[in-house]
């Protein structure tokens, strides 16, 4: 819906400067560029960039209450504003807006802190209340929308964005040194801390609260409850979670602006896609995106799946050019490296939509709570091995891992499934199963080769503390799998879905993480989840009657990119070079020599390196355009001779 930032001073008597929240502000206005507004009094200053969706003509931000004592800023949609309002207007409140965003405000009124637990949607927000002197912070339970924020001395900064608050004076871009381990193997940071050196992320789930004494407290108000299978027959949950889904999207169609879907042809988003069309008035418009590469389009399935819906459907294709001409422009937007390629064309179709709508409902985050991954059937699979593999000494364990890791017997596909496993694990040491395999690019044993002295290869102390769930807390091994991926997987996944929607002015919705919905599946046995080594069981009986039995049952392609074979095209040698300039050596970050084994062994198809070099091509990226401030990366990574690149808007 928009963009939101802010700064309150810890001296009260310090007055915050407007043209200060100002500049924040205008570091975001791709996520709101209809209109900005404005609270600026004495030591707090608000701001808020709107995309208009709801009471486009009323719904003006900041907004306050009745007697003006409560300012809100507020980012995302409430979903069962209409049910809160009525009971709140039967408590006596006043309302002047039909805005889902003035509920808020009233429900504060009427619960304070607990508002959150009223609501059912996507949130992040800041109320000042002037009578107490106080801040509150809140992000929506699943981490669906964006908060991050920067404490000082004098004062405490935040913003949707990083970008807004390296705008606020005396900030600069900093390397946060003890997270760079934890980026290199996972590509993201897990728990509260971020690249940039004191920057934090407001846990999803998470409320934080300024006192007017200057004292910060962070709370959680809500987690993922405990795996609870309830006791009934499969067709109750097939024809509850059908029930609770169709529900959950009409909810999402929420809007005063035209809507869509991404469709990418795979089983979520077509389910969601198929579910709109059926209670969406006319048309529904869908939207995908494909490359001049055949073989990792999925645009054929698309088209299949538009066609049986009867959706007004368009599709963009991007050429090698565009994929790398993008990047620099993408990784501001990202605030981060990207973690994967796949960011890229998630961008370029919310840009083909933002043609048509301002909104559109995705598919995401379905893997991660109905087990649509492979690996966690091979996971369960390999478990009950794990009887004869646990006896085997360390050493052995060891030799069979580089064995499939290294060895020209398996194919990537699986070798990725072998070690996403209990082969991956070294006996009871649950973080190896994450840490020593192909789910981290660097393991800890490699990062003490590339990395130079003075760096600590000690990747995820986040991941660690939700590990800790997998050895002790209850529940059988498919729940905690997932318990661990929806804490720390799925909200980086969240963060790239609203930041590259935003990017092109689309708000991106996700019916699939509604926490009423999520709450259900846990009472979802495990056996509905999974079938033999097919994942997402339960959601593939449920829409049975709405797709094509091809698109149920189609191969799970992943969002796909050709980045692996442009690499062997060519890109690589220019990655390579500009992993060498003399500015990338200068950082002093890793070790040459690693560096140069690590383009060779992929040169040479000793070992397949593409998501390695990945990572450390757009970390290179990354420091160009926060660290160096670069607006002209184009040299180093476009196609073309001769062209001038993006201009990327970056201040140090």
């Not at 940039?196 to 910060?216: C, D, N, W, Y």
């Not at 692996?564 to 200068?586: C, N, P, Y």
């Amino acid at each position: 819906m928009c963009g939101i930032c802010g700064v309150l001073n810890l001296d009260r008597r310090n007055p915050v400067d407007r043209v200060v929240v100002a500049a924040m502000n205008q570091r975001i206005v791709h996520r709101g560029p209809d209109e900005d507004g404005y609270f600026v009094e004495g030591p707090v200053g608000l701001g808020m960039r709107r995309l208009s969706i709801i009471d486009v003509a009323g719904g003006h931000q900041p907004i306050t209450n009745e007697d003006q004592s409560v300012f809100l800023i507020f980012n995302g949609e409430i979903y069962n504003h209409k049910k809160v309002r009525e009971g709140l207007i039967a408590r006596g409140h006043r309302y002047r807006t039909q805005s889902d965003t003035e509920t808020v405000v009233h429900g504060y009124e009427e619960y304070g802190v607990d508002i959150v637990q009223h609501l059912q949607g996507m949130f992040a927000f800041a109320i000042w209340d002037a009578r107490r002197k106080s801040l509150l912070i809140a992000r929506d339970r699943l981490g669906i929308k964006p908060m991050y924020y920067l404490t000082t001395p004098q004062a405490l900064v935040f913003g949707s964005e990083i970008k807004a608050i390296l705008a606020y004076p005396g900030v600069t871009a900093g390397l946060d040194r003890d997270v760079l381990s934890e980026y290199l193997a996972f590509g993201y940071i897990a728990g509260e801390q971020t690249l940039f050196k004191g920057v934090r992320k407001l846990q999803p789930g998470h409320t934080m609260e300024i006192a007017e004494s200057g004292e910060i407290t962070i709370r959680q108000y809500w987690d993922l409850p405990p795996y609870a299978p309830e006791d009934h027959p499969q067709k109750h949950f097939v024809e509850t979670f059908r029930q609770k889904l169709e529900e959950t999207v009409v909810s999402h169609l929420m809007s005063d602006v035209p809507l869509g879907v991404f469709l990418s042809g795979g089983l979520d988003s077509s389910a969601v896609a198929a579910l709109t069309a059926r209670h969406h008035d006319g048309p529904v418009k869908t939207f995908s995106v494909g490359y001049d590469e055949e073989k990792y389009s999925e645009l054929p399935y698309a088209r299949q799946v538009a066609k049986h819906i009867g959706s007004d459907h368009y599709e963009i294709r991007i050429s090698e050019s565009d994929f790398f001409d993008a990047l620099p422009k993408l990784i501001w937007h990202e605030d981060t490296p990207l973690m994967g390629p796949a960011s890229v064309p998630l961008y370029f179709v919310a840009k083909l939509a933002r043609e048509q709508v301002k909104v559109v409902l995705s598919g995401e985050g379905s893997d991660e709570t109905l087990a649509g991954y492979s690996r966690y059937p091979w996971t369960i699979w390999n478990k009950r091995f794990d009887a004869v593999y646990g006896v085997l000494p360390l050493g052995m364990r060891s030799l069979i891992r580089r064995q499939i890791a290294d060895g020209p017997w398996f194919s990537a596909g699986l070798k990725r499934k072998l070690l996403h496993t209990f082969l991956g694990r070294d006996g009871d040491f649950w973080e190896s199963l994450y840490f020593d395999n192909f789910f981290s690019a660097f393991s800890e044993k490699e990062q003490s080769g590339l990395l130079a002295p003075g760096f600590t290869p000690a990747p995820g102390s986040a991941y660690k503390d939700e590990l800790a769930f997998l050895g002790s807390r209850s529940g059988d091994m498919l729940s905690r799998l997932l318990y661990t991926d929806i804490k720390t997987y799925l909200v980086e996944l969240l963060m790239k879905q609203d930041q590259m929607s935003m990017a092109a002015s689309v708000e991106s919705r996700v019916p699939f993480l509604d926490h009423l919905l999520l709450e259900f599946a846990m009472t979802i046995p495990s056996k509905y989840k999974t079938r033999g080594l097919t994942g997402k069981w339960i959601l593939k009986e449920a829409v049975r009657d709405l797709l094509p039995e091809s698109i149920i049952h189609r191969t799970k392609l992943g969002f796909p990119t050709p980045f692996e074979g442009w690499l062997a095209a060519g890109r690589l040698g220019q990655i390579e070079s500009l992993m060498f300039e003399a500015r990338s050596r200068q950082r002093g970050i890793f070790q040459e020599d690693a560096l140069r084994v690590l383009f060779a062994d992929h040169k040479s198809g000793r070992r397949n390196n593409y998501d390695r070099i990945w990572r450390v091509f757009t970390f290179e990226l990354w420091c160009r355009v926060f660290l160096d401030g670069d607006k002209d990366l184009a040299p180093h990574i476009a196609g073309r001779a001769g062209s001038t690149g993006l201009s990327v808007p970056v201040h140090r």
